[in-house]
Structures are given as C-alpha cells and as structure tokens.
C-alpha cells in the first residue's frame, strides 16, 4: 500500500529554513505527481508546491515563489520542500499528497496523504 512519510518539521525563527522530506513507498511514483500542501489552525489546507516525479516539472502558489523549492530523489524515492526566508504566516501542518498523471492544485484530487509535519516560525 501507498505510504507517505513526512520528517524535517520544526522551530526557526522568522529569516530562517528549514527542509521538509517526504518517504515515499508502496509503489512506483513514475505518472504522479507530487504535491506539498500546508494546513494553518482553523483553515483548509492550502496547495503549497508540486513536481512531476516523472518529468520534474515543477509548481508553486504565488506566496512561497522564489522562497521555497521543491524537488525529488528517485534513488531514495524522496520529495523535498526546501523553504528559505521563513515568515511566521509559513506556520503550519505541512503535508505530503500524491496524485496520478495531471497536475492539480486543488486539494481534493489527490489520491495518497502522509500525516503531516508541523513547521512553527517564531517572529
């Protein structure tokens, strides 16, 4: 079965980074793509980046371009979200989601889940 493990949460300051990794098994991901979404207290879960595992293109909401990159291992099945000049709106539960073929930004076409890591930027 899909599993999706996210790791690499934490505190930074405002200014800081921090690398989230997402372990990847279950499957092949080669047709997917793989998405980063992050969840603030009391608000729906937001798209935050994507790549495609096959082609390696990648997207990401308007708010984390040029601060935030994603990228992937094919060697250790892993996704990456490297996040550069944290702000304290970056604060949340960030997650792992997986879906066939098409990219989407929107939460609800995606198929596979990790539980989530919690990411707290102190201003």
């Known amino acids: 079965q899909v599993r999706l493990v996210e790791s690499g949460g934490g505190l930074v300051q405002a200014g800081g980074s921090l690398r989230l990794s997402c372990a990847a098994s279950?499957?092949?991901?080669?047709?997917?793509?793989m998405g980063w979404f992050r969840q603030a207290p009391g608000k729906e879960p937001d798209f935050v980046a994507a790549i495609s595992w096959s082609i390696g293109n990648t997207y990401y909401a308007d708010s984390v371009k040029g601060r935030f990159t994603i990228s992937r291992d094919a060697a250790s099945n892993t996704v990456y979200l490297q996040m550069n000049s944290l702000k304290s709106e970056d604060t949340a539960l960030y997650f792992c989601?997986?879906?066939?073929?098409?990219?989407?930004?929107?939460?609800?076409?995606?198929?596979?889940w990790g539980q989530g890591t919690q990411v707290t930027v102190s201003s």
């Open positions: 989601a997986a879906r066939w073929l098409h990219y989407s930004a929107s939460k609800s076409s995606y198929d596979y």
């Open positions: 279950g499957r092949s991901f080669n047709g997917y793509y």
